[in-house]
């Protein structure tokens, strides 16, 4: 049987790629299962710096698998707590890059605002149109897209369930870089392996400070931000980096 991930680790940086193409990579529960419990143990490795998950060039992911789910009873996704393993993948502490190629619709558009920043390629297609399907974002769409793209735009894709292009998903904040598309897997590894270069530290600091900012009120989110910075303090990484620029020679970063 195809494995429903792949995982290559290339010097600090993992690259997972999903790995149903012929279903548009739909996110089933081996695809859930897989990325919680393979993603975990590289998570807590101190050597490794960053993830890039991408799909196939046609498809990031075109939602939740529809048909593992269409026959399911109130009681049996409620008893399942269905979807509560994406958590696992949401909470992964070690920075994320998603590569978005093609169509990331449904649980592939959420599945890529889990991650810390989003590339785009030229070709890409988002959009949350569970309301065709009579039902609405279950993975953190409505909780997520709103905070990253404002009421206006988020209304707009989960009320009408229609797509939008990378151009308008970069100019609404959804999207770090538009990258061409034969470029998007370069330019995504070019950038994960300079955060993997910066001390382990320092970068789940950072993604944790920036991800306060969404998450509480700005007051709360600055003094985080602030006990975070001086906690820094206590590891080898700060002391290499900030000597490295005095003596002016280039930081050797360890992880500690
Ligand atoms: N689930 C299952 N199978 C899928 C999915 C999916 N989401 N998307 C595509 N496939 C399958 C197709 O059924 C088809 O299978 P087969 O070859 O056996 O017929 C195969 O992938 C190829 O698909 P297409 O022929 O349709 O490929 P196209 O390139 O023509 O079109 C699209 C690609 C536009 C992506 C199209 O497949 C599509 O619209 N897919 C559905 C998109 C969608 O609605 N996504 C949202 C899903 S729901 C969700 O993600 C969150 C659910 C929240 C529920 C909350 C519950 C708590």
Redesign the pocket.
């Known amino acids: 049987m195809e494995k429903p991930i792949i995982v290559e680790r290339q010097g600090r940086v993992v690259i997972v790629r999903l790995n149903r193409p012929?279903?548009?990579n739909?996110?089933n529960s081996e695809i859930m299962l897989a990325l919680g419990n393979e993603l975990a143990p590289l998570d807590r490795d101190p050597g490794v710096g960053c993830f890039v998950i991408t799909g196939s060039d046609?498809?990031f992911a075109?939602?939740?698998?529809?048909?593992?789910?269409a026959e399911k009873s109130f009681s049996e996704?409620y008893n399942d707590d269905?979807?509560a393993g994406w958590d696992r993948f949401a909470a992964l502490r070690t920075p994320k890059i998603a590569a978005v190629s093609g169509?990331a619709?449904?649980?592939?558009c959420?599945l890529a605002m889990m991650c810390d920043i989003i590339f785009a390629a030229d070709t890409a297609m988002f959009g949350?149109?569970?309301i065709?399907?009579g039902?609405?974002?279950?993975?953190g769409?409505s909780q997520r897209l709103t905070r990253l793209v404002g009421k206006a735009k988020a209304m707009d894709l989960i009320l009408t369930g229609r797509m939008m292009d990378a151009t308008e998903a970069e100019r609404c904040g959804l999207v770090a870089r538009i990258v061409p598309a034969e470029r998007l897997m370069a330019e995504a590894f070019q950038a994960a392996e300079t955060i993997a270069g910066y001390g382990k530290a320092a970068t789940t600091a950072a993604r944790e400070a920036v991800d306060r900012a969404l998450e509480v009120g700005q007051r709360e989110g600055i003094l985080f931000e602030r006990r975070l910075f001086h906690a820094l303090f206590a590891t080898a990484d700060q002391k290499e980096g900030m000597a490295a620029f005095v003596e002016k020679r280039s930081p050797n970063f360890e992880g500690k």
């Open positions: 012929a279903a548009r739909a996110l046609k498809a075109a939602g939740a698998d529809i048909k593992e789910m996704m269905f979807f169509y619709l449904g649980g592939g959420e949350q149109p569970e065709k399907l039902v609405i974002p279950g993975m769409g």
